[in-house]
Protein backbone atom coordinates (compact mmCIF):
# COMPACT_ATOMS: atom_id res chain seq x y z
CA UNK A 1 0.00 0.00 0.00
CA UNK A 2 1.05 3.31 -0.91
CA UNK A 3 2.00 5.62 1.90
CA UNK A 4 -0.16 8.77 2.10
CA UNK A 5 1.72 11.86 1.01
CA UNK A 6 3.06 13.70 4.07
CA UNK A 7 3.10 17.68 4.79
CA UNK A 8 6.09 19.20 3.87
CA UNK A 9 7.52 20.68 7.09
CA UNK A 10 8.49 24.34 6.65
CA UNK A 11 11.87 24.87 7.06
CA UNK A 12 13.97 26.96 9.81
CA UNK A 13 14.75 30.78 8.26
CA UNK A 14 18.19 29.91 8.80
CA UNK A 15 17.75 26.62 6.16
CA UNK A 16 20.25 26.85 3.32
CA UNK A 17 18.50 26.74 0.31
CA UNK A 18 21.93 27.45 -2.17
CA UNK A 19 25.12 28.43 -1.45
CA UNK A 20 24.46 31.82 -1.34
CA UNK A 21 20.63 31.68 0.68
CA UNK A 22 19.10 30.99 3.49
CA UNK A 23 15.29 30.30 3.59
CA UNK A 24 14.81 33.10 5.49
CA UNK A 25 16.05 35.70 3.42
CA UNK A 26 14.01 37.52 0.84
CA UNK A 27 16.35 36.87 -2.01
CA UNK A 28 17.46 33.81 -2.86
CA UNK A 29 20.15 33.94 -4.91
CA UNK A 30 19.91 29.91 -6.22
CA UNK A 31 23.49 29.99 -8.72
CA UNK A 32 26.14 32.90 -9.22
CA UNK A 33 28.62 32.64 -11.82
CA UNK A 34 27.45 30.75 -14.47
CA UNK A 35 29.23 32.07 -17.42
CA UNK A 36 26.79 33.68 -20.05
CA UNK A 37 24.77 34.81 -17.53
CA UNK A 38 23.82 37.42 -15.33
CA UNK A 39 23.63 36.61 -11.32
CA UNK A 40 20.07 38.30 -11.60
CA UNK A 41 18.99 35.32 -13.68
CA UNK A 42 19.52 32.90 -10.96
CA UNK A 43 17.66 35.23 -8.25
CA UNK A 44 14.23 34.66 -6.35
CA UNK A 45 13.00 38.25 -5.31
CA UNK A 46 10.57 37.76 -2.35
CA UNK A 47 9.76 41.74 -1.72
CA UNK A 48 8.90 42.58 -5.33
CA UNK A 49 6.13 44.82 -6.15
CA UNK A 50 2.59 44.16 -6.07
CA UNK A 51 -0.09 45.98 -8.58
CA UNK A 52 -1.37 48.20 -5.69
CA UNK A 53 2.56 49.61 -4.73
CA UNK A 54 3.12 47.23 -1.75
CA UNK A 55 5.61 44.53 -1.47
CA UNK A 56 4.89 40.94 -1.36
CA UNK A 57 7.26 40.87 1.75
CA UNK A 58 4.36 42.62 4.03
CA UNK A 59 2.73 41.29 6.48
CA UNK A 60 -0.82 41.23 4.15
CA UNK A 61 0.97 39.37 1.69
CA UNK A 62 2.57 36.48 4.59
CA UNK A 63 0.33 33.41 3.50
CA UNK A 64 0.60 33.94 -0.14
CA UNK A 65 4.24 34.35 0.20
CA UNK A 66 4.78 31.05 2.85
CA UNK A 67 2.74 29.17 0.82
CA UNK A 68 4.74 30.18 -2.49
CA UNK A 69 7.86 29.98 -1.03
CA UNK A 70 7.30 26.12 0.66
CA UNK A 71 5.73 24.95 -3.24
CA UNK A 72 8.79 26.27 -4.63
CA UNK A 73 11.23 25.23 -2.45
CA UNK A 74 9.23 21.63 -2.43
CA UNK A 75 10.28 21.39 -6.21
CA UNK A 76 13.88 21.08 -5.17
CA UNK A 77 13.62 19.22 -1.67
CA UNK A 78 10.41 16.89 -2.19
CA UNK A 79 9.05 17.14 -6.01
CA UNK A 80 5.78 15.74 -6.89
CA UNK A 81 5.83 11.85 -7.61
CA UNK A 82 7.07 10.77 -10.91
CA UNK A 83 9.04 13.97 -11.44
CA UNK A 84 13.05 14.43 -10.83
CA UNK A 85 13.97 17.29 -8.27
CA UNK A 86 13.91 20.91 -10.16
CA UNK A 87 17.81 22.03 -10.50
CA UNK A 88 18.50 24.51 -8.12
CA UNK A 89 19.36 27.32 -10.51
CA UNK A 90 15.97 26.12 -12.50
CA UNK A 91 14.27 27.15 -9.08
CA UNK A 92 14.76 30.75 -10.56
CA UNK A 93 13.24 30.87 -13.37
CA UNK A 94 9.68 29.29 -11.56
CA UNK A 95 9.80 32.00 -9.22
CA UNK A 96 9.93 34.44 -12.07
CA UNK A 97 6.58 32.46 -13.40
CA UNK A 98 5.17 32.45 -9.76
CA UNK A 99 5.83 36.18 -9.47
CA UNK A 100 3.83 36.99 -12.97
CA UNK A 101 0.57 34.89 -11.40
CA UNK A 102 0.51 35.84 -7.79
CA UNK A 103 0.67 39.85 -9.53
CA UNK A 104 -2.31 38.81 -11.31
CA UNK A 105 -3.77 36.64 -8.88
CA UNK A 106 -3.55 40.19 -6.86
CA UNK A 107 -5.26 42.17 -9.60
CA UNK A 108 -7.93 39.73 -9.73
CA UNK A 109 -8.71 39.69 -6.42
CA UNK A 110 -7.36 36.59 -5.32
CA UNK A 111 -5.34 35.94 -1.91
CA UNK A 112 -5.19 31.83 -1.35
CA UNK A 113 -4.34 29.97 -4.27
CA UNK A 114 -6.73 27.11 -3.85
CA UNK A 115 -9.49 30.08 -5.48
CA UNK A 116 -7.20 29.45 -8.55
CA UNK A 117 -9.76 26.52 -10.23
CA UNK A 118 -10.18 25.56 -13.50
CA UNK A 119 -12.07 29.00 -14.41
CA UNK A 120 -9.84 31.25 -13.34
CA UNK A 121 -7.06 29.06 -14.80
CA UNK A 122 -8.52 30.25 -18.18
CA UNK A 123 -9.06 33.49 -17.21
CA UNK A 124 -4.96 33.45 -16.48
CA UNK A 125 -3.96 31.94 -19.43
CA UNK A 126 -5.92 33.98 -21.84
CA UNK A 127 -4.54 37.72 -20.04
CA UNK A 128 -0.89 35.95 -20.05
CA UNK A 129 -1.93 35.57 -24.02
CA UNK A 130 -2.85 38.67 -24.42
CA UNK A 131 0.37 40.38 -22.85
CA UNK A 132 2.80 42.75 -24.82
CA UNK A 133 5.96 40.79 -24.82
CA UNK A 134 9.53 40.98 -26.56
CA UNK A 135 8.67 39.43 -29.61
CA UNK A 136 5.12 40.61 -30.17
CA UNK A 137 1.87 39.90 -27.95
CA UNK A 138 1.29 36.86 -26.14
CA UNK A 139 2.86 33.92 -25.29
CA UNK A 140 5.37 32.09 -27.33
CA UNK A 141 3.84 27.94 -26.91
CA UNK A 142 7.24 27.24 -25.24
CA UNK A 143 6.41 29.47 -22.32
CA UNK A 144 2.45 28.79 -22.23
CA UNK A 145 3.80 24.69 -21.56
CA UNK A 146 5.89 25.74 -18.92
CA UNK A 147 3.41 27.52 -17.32
CA UNK A 148 0.50 24.52 -17.54
CA UNK A 149 3.36 22.31 -15.79
CA UNK A 150 4.49 24.17 -13.24
CA UNK A 151 0.74 24.87 -12.27
CA UNK A 152 0.17 20.88 -12.67
CA UNK A 153 2.79 20.36 -10.11
CA UNK A 154 1.51 23.32 -8.09
CA UNK A 155 -1.98 21.40 -7.91
CA UNK A 156 -0.01 18.17 -7.70
CA UNK A 157 1.88 19.05 -4.21
CA UNK A 158 -1.66 19.95 -2.67
CA UNK A 159 -1.63 17.50 -0.19
CA UNK A 160 1.84 18.19 0.94
CA UNK A 161 1.02 22.54 1.16
CA UNK A 162 -1.51 23.74 2.76
CA UNK A 163 -3.26 25.96 0.38
CA UNK A 164 -2.31 25.04 -3.76
CA UNK A 165 -4.71 25.65 -6.90
CA UNK A 166 -7.98 23.72 -6.48
CA UNK A 167 -7.96 22.16 -9.98
CA UNK A 168 -5.07 21.11 -12.51
CA UNK A 169 -4.05 23.17 -15.60
CA UNK A 170 -5.71 21.55 -18.43
CA UNK A 171 -3.62 21.42 -22.30
CA UNK A 172 -2.06 24.39 -22.80
CA UNK A 173 -4.58 24.08 -26.34
CA UNK A 174 -7.62 24.15 -24.47
CA UNK A 175 -6.61 27.37 -22.74
CA UNK A 176 -5.64 29.99 -25.65
CA UNK A 177 -3.23 30.01 -28.69
CA UNK A 178 -0.14 31.30 -28.80
CA UNK A 179 1.83 33.45 -31.00
CA UNK A 180 4.80 31.53 -32.37
CA UNK A 181 5.17 27.72 -32.69
CA UNK A 182 8.57 28.18 -33.41
CA UNK A 183 10.22 30.57 -30.11
CA UNK A 184 13.46 30.99 -32.20
CA UNK A 185 13.38 31.53 -35.37
CA UNK A 186 15.68 31.47 -37.79
CA UNK A 187 16.84 34.56 -39.40
CA UNK A 188 15.64 35.19 -43.03
CA UNK A 189 18.26 34.97 -45.96
CA UNK A 190 17.36 38.34 -46.60
CA UNK A 191 18.78 39.85 -43.13
CA UNK A 192 21.25 36.48 -42.73
CA UNK A 193 23.22 37.31 -45.53
CA UNK A 194 24.19 40.63 -44.96
CA UNK A 195 24.70 40.46 -41.32
CA UNK A 196 26.88 37.34 -41.59
CA UNK A 197 28.61 39.58 -44.51
CA UNK A 198 29.19 42.56 -42.41
CA UNK A 199 30.56 40.16 -39.48
CA UNK A 200 33.09 39.10 -41.61
CA UNK A 201 34.24 42.02 -42.97
CA UNK A 202 34.53 43.45 -39.28
CA UNK A 203 36.36 40.28 -38.28
CA UNK A 204 39.21 41.21 -41.27
CA UNK A 205 41.54 44.59 -41.57
CA UNK A 206 38.93 46.65 -38.97
CA UNK A 207 39.79 43.56 -36.25
CA UNK A 208 43.45 44.33 -36.88
CA UNK A 209 43.11 47.81 -36.86
CA UNK A 210 41.53 48.24 -34.02
CA UNK A 211 43.44 45.75 -31.83
CA UNK A 212 46.42 47.50 -32.81
CA UNK A 213 45.19 51.19 -32.09
CA UNK A 214 44.27 49.52 -28.54
CA UNK A 215 47.65 48.04 -27.81
CA UNK A 216 49.24 51.31 -29.15
CA UNK A 217 46.69 53.56 -26.84
CA UNK A 218 47.50 51.20 -23.96
CA UNK A 219 50.96 51.43 -23.68
CA UNK A 220 51.04 55.32 -23.89
CA UNK A 221 48.05 55.33 -20.83
CA UNK A 222 50.59 53.19 -18.97
CA UNK A 223 53.66 55.28 -20.24
CA UNK A 224 51.80 58.59 -18.37
CA UNK A 225 51.34 56.90 -15.71
CA UNK A 226 54.94 55.64 -15.21
CA UNK A 227 56.26 58.96 -15.47
CA UNK A 228 54.22 60.06 -12.69
CA UNK A 229 51.03 61.77 -14.40
CA UNK A 230 47.52 60.48 -13.22
CA UNK A 231 44.80 58.82 -14.89
CA UNK A 232 43.52 62.37 -16.76
CA UNK A 233 46.61 62.97 -17.95
CA UNK A 234 46.90 59.37 -19.31
CA UNK A 235 43.34 59.94 -21.47
CA UNK A 236 44.31 62.70 -22.63
CA UNK A 237 47.72 60.98 -24.32
CA UNK A 238 44.97 58.57 -25.72
CA UNK A 239 42.99 60.56 -26.88
CA UNK A 240 45.82 62.59 -28.63
CA UNK A 241 47.02 59.32 -30.30
CA UNK A 242 43.57 58.18 -31.68
CA UNK A 243 42.40 61.44 -32.86
CA UNK A 244 45.63 60.88 -35.00
CA UNK A 245 45.57 57.21 -36.10
CA UNK A 246 44.20 56.13 -39.40
CA UNK A 247 40.65 55.95 -40.38
CA UNK A 248 39.29 52.41 -39.93
CA UNK A 249 36.39 51.32 -41.92
CA UNK A 250 33.60 50.30 -39.72
CA UNK A 251 30.76 51.09 -42.09
CA UNK A 252 31.36 49.28 -45.48
CA UNK A 253 32.46 52.16 -47.95
CA UNK A 254 32.92 54.79 -45.24
CA UNK A 255 36.24 54.84 -43.37
CA UNK A 256 36.04 56.95 -40.10
CA UNK A 257 38.55 59.04 -37.92
CA UNK A 258 38.40 59.06 -34.47
CA UNK A 259 37.99 63.22 -33.90
CA UNK A 260 35.08 63.90 -31.27
CA UNK A 261 35.24 61.75 -28.44
CA UNK A 262 37.66 59.38 -29.44
CA UNK A 263 37.60 57.15 -26.74
CA UNK A 264 33.81 56.70 -25.76
CA UNK A 265 33.96 55.98 -29.95
CA UNK A 266 36.53 53.95 -29.71
CA UNK A 267 35.53 51.81 -26.88
CA UNK A 268 32.05 51.26 -28.98
CA UNK A 269 34.04 50.19 -31.94
CA UNK A 270 35.97 47.30 -29.71
CA UNK A 271 32.53 46.23 -29.17
CA UNK A 272 31.36 45.94 -32.82
CA UNK A 273 34.05 43.41 -33.19
CA UNK A 274 33.19 41.28 -29.89
CA UNK A 275 29.59 41.41 -31.96
CA UNK A 276 31.27 40.93 -35.16
CA UNK A 277 33.17 37.86 -33.94
CA UNK A 278 29.56 36.36 -31.89
CA UNK A 279 27.83 36.60 -35.44
CA UNK A 280 30.21 34.68 -37.08
CA UNK A 281 30.69 31.79 -34.61
CA UNK A 282 26.76 31.65 -34.11
CA UNK A 283 26.23 31.62 -37.69
CA UNK A 284 28.51 28.68 -39.18
CA UNK A 285 28.76 26.95 -36.78
CA UNK A 286 25.71 26.24 -34.55
CA UNK A 287 26.36 26.26 -30.95
CA UNK A 288 24.18 27.75 -28.33
CA UNK A 289 24.78 31.32 -27.43
CA UNK A 290 25.57 30.31 -24.16
CA UNK A 291 28.54 27.37 -25.26
CA UNK A 292 29.80 30.53 -27.62
CA UNK A 293 30.24 32.41 -24.41
CA UNK A 294 31.73 30.11 -22.12
CA UNK A 295 34.47 29.56 -25.17
CA UNK A 296 38.15 29.68 -23.61
CA UNK A 297 41.38 30.69 -24.89
CA UNK A 298 43.09 27.25 -26.57
CA UNK A 299 39.56 26.43 -27.76
CA UNK A 300 40.81 25.45 -31.29
CA UNK A 301 42.13 22.13 -32.17
CA UNK A 302 43.12 20.42 -35.10
CA UNK A 303 42.76 17.31 -36.98
CA UNK A 304 43.40 15.72 -40.14
CA UNK A 305 40.33 13.78 -42.40
CA UNK A 306 40.62 11.20 -44.19
CA UNK A 307 42.25 12.16 -47.23
CA UNK A 308 44.57 14.38 -45.49
CA UNK A 309 42.66 17.34 -45.42
CA UNK A 310 43.32 19.61 -42.30
CA UNK A 311 39.98 20.45 -39.83
CA UNK A 312 39.33 23.23 -37.24
CA UNK A 313 37.74 22.26 -34.33
CA UNK A 314 36.16 24.48 -31.36
CA UNK A 315 36.05 22.44 -28.03
CA UNK A 316 33.77 23.94 -25.29
CA UNK A 317 31.35 22.37 -23.60
CA UNK A 318 27.40 21.72 -23.78
CA UNK A 319 25.83 22.89 -20.58
CA UNK A 320 21.57 22.92 -21.49
CA UNK A 321 20.42 19.74 -19.66
CA UNK A 322 24.29 18.84 -18.56
CA UNK A 323 24.96 18.22 -14.72
CA UNK A 324 26.52 20.70 -12.67
CA UNK A 325 28.01 23.93 -13.94
CA UNK A 326 30.91 22.57 -16.30
CA UNK A 327 28.27 21.15 -19.03
CA UNK A 328 29.38 17.87 -21.43
CA UNK A 329 32.64 18.73 -23.39
CA UNK A 330 31.88 18.96 -26.85
CA UNK A 331 33.74 19.81 -30.55
CA UNK A 332 32.31 21.21 -33.29
CA UNK A 333 33.66 21.84 -36.62
CA UNK A 334 35.08 25.13 -37.52
CA UNK A 335 35.22 26.93 -40.59
CA UNK A 336 37.79 29.26 -41.80
CA UNK A 337 35.73 32.56 -40.79
CA UNK A 338 35.07 31.20 -37.16
CA UNK A 339 39.32 30.24 -37.13
CA UNK A 340 40.02 33.73 -37.43
CA UNK A 341 37.12 35.01 -34.88
CA UNK A 342 38.25 33.01 -32.58
CA UNK A 343 42.03 34.42 -33.48
CA UNK A 344 40.29 37.95 -33.23
CA UNK A 345 38.92 37.11 -29.90
CA UNK A 346 42.22 35.57 -28.16
CA UNK A 347 43.73 38.82 -29.01
CA UNK A 348 40.74 40.80 -27.79
CA UNK A 349 40.39 39.42 -24.50
CA UNK A 350 43.98 38.80 -23.80
CA UNK A 351 44.91 41.70 -21.20
CA UNK A 352 41.55 40.96 -19.58
CA UNK A 353 42.25 37.31 -18.90
CA UNK A 354 45.83 38.56 -17.59
CA UNK A 355 43.86 40.95 -15.28
CA UNK A 356 40.85 38.59 -14.32
CA UNK A 357 42.63 35.36 -14.24
CA UNK A 358 40.11 32.86 -15.98
CA UNK A 359 40.75 31.30 -19.54
CA UNK A 360 37.52 33.08 -21.11
CA UNK A 361 37.47 34.58 -24.59
CA UNK A 362 34.64 36.73 -23.77
CA UNK A 363 35.59 38.78 -20.79
CA UNK A 364 34.90 42.85 -20.54
CA UNK A 365 35.11 45.24 -18.00
CA UNK A 366 32.09 46.28 -15.51
CA UNK A 367 29.88 48.78 -16.78
CA UNK A 368 30.82 51.59 -17.24
CA UNK A 369 34.13 49.77 -18.55
CA UNK A 370 36.36 50.58 -20.85
CA UNK A 371 37.92 48.98 -23.96
CA UNK A 372 41.55 50.40 -22.10
CA UNK A 373 42.95 49.52 -18.61
CA UNK A 374 42.50 52.97 -17.22
CA UNK A 375 40.43 51.75 -14.13
CA UNK A 376 40.32 49.19 -11.13
CA UNK A 377 36.40 48.22 -12.56
CA UNK A 378 36.18 44.44 -12.34
CA UNK A 379 35.82 42.06 -15.61
CA UNK A 380 32.67 40.29 -16.43
CA UNK A 381 31.82 37.53 -18.60
CA UNK A 382 29.26 38.40 -21.33
CA UNK A 383 25.84 37.26 -20.55
CA UNK A 384 23.35 36.02 -23.75
CA UNK A 385 21.00 39.10 -22.76
CA UNK A 386 23.61 41.56 -23.42
CA UNK A 387 24.52 39.97 -26.48
CA UNK A 388 20.75 39.86 -27.83
CA UNK A 389 20.75 43.83 -26.41
CA UNK A 390 23.68 45.25 -27.92
CA UNK A 391 22.98 42.85 -31.64
CA UNK A 392 20.29 45.00 -32.09
CA UNK A 393 20.45 48.37 -30.66
CA UNK A 394 24.59 48.64 -31.82
CA UNK A 395 25.39 46.25 -34.16
CA UNK A 396 22.12 46.35 -36.21
CA UNK A 397 22.80 49.93 -37.16
CA UNK A 398 26.15 50.20 -37.96
CA UNK A 399 25.86 47.48 -40.69
CA UNK A 400 22.60 49.30 -41.60
CA UNK A 401 20.65 45.87 -41.59
CA UNK A 402 18.20 45.88 -44.19
CA UNK A 403 14.25 45.35 -42.86
CA UNK A 404 12.47 42.34 -43.00
CA UNK A 405 9.04 42.52 -45.18
CA UNK A 406 8.87 46.40 -44.21
CA UNK A 407 9.96 45.61 -40.66
CA UNK A 408 12.87 46.05 -38.15
CA UNK A 409 13.69 42.00 -37.92
CA UNK A 410 14.76 41.41 -34.62
CA UNK A 411 17.96 39.76 -34.03
CA UNK A 412 18.12 37.15 -30.94
CA UNK A 413 21.36 35.15 -30.16
CA UNK A 414 19.29 31.77 -30.69
CA UNK A 415 18.89 32.42 -33.84
CA UNK A 416 22.28 31.50 -35.11
CA UNK A 417 21.91 28.17 -34.18
CA UNK A 418 18.50 27.73 -36.07
CA UNK A 419 19.66 29.56 -39.07
CA UNK A 420 22.25 27.22 -39.61
CA UNK A 421 20.58 24.45 -39.05
CA UNK A 422 18.05 24.99 -41.50
CA UNK A 423 20.65 25.70 -44.05
CA UNK A 424 22.75 22.20 -43.28
CA UNK A 425 19.16 20.94 -43.41
CA UNK A 426 18.34 22.26 -47.01
CA UNK A 427 19.62 21.06 -50.10
CA UNK A 428 19.71 23.97 -51.80
CA UNK A 429 22.17 26.71 -51.16
CA UNK A 430 21.48 29.13 -53.83
CA UNK A 431 19.89 31.99 -51.56
CA UNK A 432 22.79 31.99 -49.23
CA UNK A 433 25.55 31.94 -51.38
CA UNK A 434 27.32 33.92 -48.60
CA UNK A 435 26.72 31.14 -45.97
CA UNK A 436 27.28 28.30 -48.89
CA UNK A 437 30.99 29.11 -49.33
CA UNK A 438 32.03 29.44 -45.61
CA UNK A 439 30.09 26.17 -44.82
CA UNK A 440 30.83 24.10 -47.40
CA UNK A 441 33.44 21.13 -45.45
CA UNK A 442 31.04 21.47 -42.47
CA UNK A 443 28.29 20.83 -44.57
CA UNK A 444 29.92 17.92 -45.43
CA UNK A 445 30.75 16.69 -42.13
CA UNK A 446 26.69 17.39 -40.84
CA UNK A 447 25.49 15.24 -43.18
CA UNK A 448 27.90 12.33 -42.70
CA UNK A 449 27.13 12.60 -39.25
CA UNK A 450 30.94 12.15 -37.93
CA UNK A 451 30.94 15.46 -36.09
CA UNK A 452 27.83 16.13 -34.25
CA UNK A 453 29.24 13.80 -31.19
CA UNK A 454 26.70 14.68 -28.39
CA UNK A 455 24.72 17.58 -29.71
CA UNK A 456 21.70 15.35 -30.86
CA UNK A 457 19.87 18.26 -30.60
CA UNK A 458 21.29 20.37 -33.47
CA UNK A 459 20.54 17.07 -36.07
CA UNK A 460 17.55 17.14 -34.82
CA UNK A 461 16.87 20.84 -35.90
CA UNK A 462 18.86 20.21 -39.05
CA UNK A 463 16.30 17.00 -40.10
CA UNK A 464 13.30 18.83 -38.90
CA UNK A 465 14.24 21.72 -40.94
CA UNK A 466 14.29 19.80 -43.92
CA UNK A 467 11.52 17.77 -43.51
CA UNK A 468 9.84 20.95 -43.01
CA UNK A 469 10.64 22.19 -46.61
CA UNK A 470 10.08 19.31 -47.90
CA UNK A 471 6.20 18.93 -46.67
CA UNK A 472 5.99 22.60 -47.44
CA UNK A 473 6.89 22.07 -51.37
CA UNK A 474 4.84 18.98 -51.52
CA UNK A 475 1.89 20.47 -49.98
CA UNK A 476 2.07 23.28 -52.36
CA UNK A 477 3.35 20.53 -55.81
CA UNK A 478 0.41 18.35 -54.55
CA UNK A 479 -2.51 21.00 -55.30
CA UNK A 480 -1.18 23.35 -57.90
CA UNK A 481 -3.14 23.54 -60.79
CA UNK A 482 -0.61 23.33 -62.95
CA UNK A 483 2.99 22.37 -63.00
CA UNK A 484 6.09 22.33 -65.17
CA UNK A 485 9.30 20.56 -65.78
CA UNK A 486 9.67 16.49 -66.31
CA UNK A 487 9.04 15.63 -62.56
CA UNK A 488 6.55 18.40 -62.20
CA UNK A 489 3.99 16.66 -64.85
CA UNK A 490 4.56 12.99 -63.67
CA UNK A 491 3.37 14.53 -60.10
CA UNK A 492 0.26 16.83 -61.30
CA UNK A 493 -0.61 13.37 -63.07
CA UNK A 494 -0.82 11.63 -60.45
CA UNK A 495 -2.26 13.73 -57.46
CA UNK A 496 -5.50 13.28 -55.98
CA UNK A 497 -5.38 16.67 -54.59
CA UNK A 498 -5.20 18.72 -57.92
CA UNK A 499 -6.95 21.95 -57.76
CA UNK A 500 -8.41 21.40 -54.59
CA UNK A 501 -7.51 23.03 -51.31
CA UNK A 502 -5.48 21.81 -48.34
CA UNK A 503 -7.45 19.44 -46.22
CA UNK A 504 -6.43 16.71 -43.29
CA UNK A 505 -6.21 14.26 -46.18
CA UNK A 506 -3.39 15.65 -48.35
CA UNK A 507 -1.66 15.97 -44.51
CA UNK A 508 -2.35 12.32 -44.51
CA UNK A 509 -1.05 11.79 -47.90
CA UNK A 510 2.08 13.68 -47.06
CA UNK A 511 2.77 11.57 -44.10
CA UNK A 512 2.53 8.57 -46.32
CA UNK A 513 4.55 9.82 -49.43
CA UNK A 514 7.17 11.01 -47.00
CA UNK A 515 7.20 7.61 -44.65
CA UNK A 516 7.54 6.06 -47.73
CA UNK A 517 9.67 7.01 -49.83
CA UNK A 518 12.02 9.10 -47.44
CA UNK A 519 12.12 11.98 -49.71
CA UNK A 520 13.76 15.25 -49.37
CA UNK A 521 13.06 18.34 -51.66
CA UNK A 522 15.79 20.55 -52.89
CA UNK A 523 14.17 24.04 -53.01
CA UNK A 524 16.07 26.97 -55.10
CA UNK A 525 14.75 29.88 -56.84
CA UNK A 526 13.62 28.58 -59.98
CA UNK A 527 12.02 25.32 -59.18
CA UNK A 528 11.73 22.24 -56.66
CA UNK A 529 14.19 18.92 -57.53
CA UNK A 530 12.65 15.69 -56.69
CA UNK A 531 15.97 14.16 -56.14
CA UNK A 532 16.78 10.82 -57.38
CA UNK A 533 20.66 10.05 -58.35
CA UNK A 534 19.88 7.59 -61.53
CA UNK A 535 17.91 10.43 -63.36
CA UNK A 536 19.77 13.73 -61.84
CA UNK A 537 20.99 15.72 -65.01
CA UNK A 538 23.49 17.39 -63.03
CA UNK A 539 25.51 14.53 -61.73
CA UNK A 540 24.83 14.45 -58.17
CA UNK A 541 26.23 12.27 -55.37
CA UNK A 542 24.54 10.26 -53.05
CA UNK A 543 22.57 12.10 -51.42
CA UNK A 544 22.48 15.95 -53.12
CA UNK A 545 22.59 17.45 -56.23
CA UNK A 546 25.83 18.44 -58.23
CA UNK A 547 25.78 22.34 -56.97
CA UNK A 548 28.31 22.98 -60.00
CA UNK A 549 26.76 21.92 -62.93
CA UNK A 550 22.90 22.73 -61.13
CA UNK A 551 21.73 25.21 -63.47
CA UNK A 552 18.42 26.33 -64.72
CA UNK A 553 19.39 24.88 -68.16
CA UNK A 554 20.52 21.58 -66.53
CA UNK A 555 17.41 21.54 -64.91
CA UNK A 556 14.94 21.84 -66.80
CA UNK A 557 15.59 19.04 -69.11
CA UNK A 558 16.20 16.83 -65.97
CA UNK A 559 13.63 14.32 -65.08
CA UNK A 560 14.10 15.39 -61.23
CA UNK A 561 12.66 18.73 -61.87
CA UNK A 562 9.38 20.48 -60.46
CA UNK A 563 8.36 24.54 -61.73
CA UNK A 564 5.22 25.68 -59.97
CA UNK A 565 3.77 29.17 -60.31
CA UNK A 566 5.84 30.83 -57.42
CA UNK A 567 8.41 30.05 -60.02
CA UNK A 568 7.37 31.61 -62.87
CA UNK A 569 8.68 35.39 -62.49
CA UNK A 570 12.44 33.95 -62.63
CA UNK A 571 11.41 31.79 -65.94
CA UNK A 572 9.85 34.79 -67.14
CA UNK A 573 12.59 37.09 -66.80
CA UNK A 574 15.33 34.57 -68.24
CA UNK A 575 12.94 34.22 -71.09
CA UNK A 576 12.84 38.25 -71.19
CA UNK A 577 16.97 38.60 -71.29
CA UNK A 578 17.28 36.34 -73.75
CA UNK A 579 14.77 38.01 -76.49
CA UNK A 580 16.29 41.18 -76.04
CA UNK A 581 19.70 39.44 -76.13
CA UNK A 582 18.53 38.25 -79.54
CA UNK A 583 17.37 41.10 -80.72
CA UNK A 584 21.08 42.77 -80.47
CA UNK A 585 22.73 43.05 -83.82
CA UNK A 586 25.98 42.60 -82.58
CA UNK A 587 26.16 39.51 -81.03
CA UNK A 588 28.55 36.57 -81.71
CA UNK A 589 27.23 33.24 -83.22
CA UNK A 590 27.72 31.20 -79.76
CA UNK A 591 26.31 33.85 -77.28
CA UNK A 592 23.24 33.83 -79.82
CA UNK A 593 23.06 29.81 -80.14
CA UNK A 594 22.91 29.78 -75.87
CA UNK A 595 20.24 32.30 -76.31
CA UNK A 596 18.29 30.41 -78.52
CA UNK A 597 18.53 27.49 -76.73
CA UNK A 598 17.30 29.73 -73.29
CA UNK A 599 14.70 31.03 -74.90
CA UNK A 600 13.51 27.79 -76.30
CA UNK A 601 13.93 26.37 -72.44
CA UNK A 602 12.13 29.26 -70.83
CA UNK A 603 9.04 29.50 -73.35
CA UNK A 604 8.25 25.39 -72.43
CA UNK A 605 8.33 26.56 -68.71
CA UNK A 606 6.27 29.03 -69.23
CA UNK A 607 4.33 27.36 -71.22
CA UNK A 608 3.92 24.43 -69.48
CA UNK A 609 2.67 27.13 -66.36
CA UNK A 610 0.37 28.68 -68.96
CA UNK A 611 -1.42 25.32 -69.45
CA UNK A 612 -0.26 24.32 -72.82
CA UNK A 613 1.79 21.18 -73.76
CA UNK A 614 5.70 21.62 -72.82
CA UNK A 615 6.52 18.70 -74.64
S1 LIG B 1 19.60 18.98 -62.52
FE1 LIG B 1 18.03 17.60 -61.80
S2 LIG B 1 18.91 16.61 -60.01
FE2 LIG B 1 20.16 18.40 -60.45
S3 LIG B 1 19.27 19.98 -59.21
FE3 LIG B 1 18.30 20.17 -61.20
S4 LIG B 1 16.48 18.95 -60.98
FE4 LIG B 1 17.77 18.36 -59.30
Redesign the pocket.
Known amino acids: MNALPQPIRTPEPSFRVSPYSFYGDDRWQMARGLVAHRDATFAVNWAFEMPDGSRFDEDRWRHLREVTKLFLWSLHGDPPPGRQSVALRTLATHGHRLRTILRWMARNGLDRWRQLDRRMIERLFADLSRRPGKRGSGLSASTGHAYVGMLRAFHAQRSKLPDAPSAAAPPLADLCRWHDERQWPYTPDTIAVPLLSAALRLIGAPADAIIAMRDEAQVRYDQAIGEGFGSAAGKGRVRKYLRRSPPVEMRSGAPEVLTTCPIETFNAWVARIYDACFVTIAYLVGARASEILGLESGCLEWATGEHGERYAYVVGAIRKGAPGNDGLPHRWIAPDPVIRAIEVLERLSAPWRESDGRPLLWLQQAAPGSALRSSRLTTQPFSVNAVNERLNLRFAPLISLPEHEGKRWRLASHQGRKTFARFVGRRDRTGLAALAKHLGHVTRAMTDRSYVGTDFELTELVDGHAAAETRAALEELLVAPQLA ?1 K ?1 GRALAARSPFRGRTRSGDLDAYISELLAETDMRL ?1 V ?1 DW ?6 RE ?6 SERE ?2 PV ?3 QG ?2 S ?6 VSEKHRAVWEARLARNRALLGRLDLDPESRALAEERVAESSRIVAALDHDDDR
Do not use: K, Q
Request: some cysteine.
Open positions: GAGCGYCLYRTSACLGPNLRTTCTCANFV
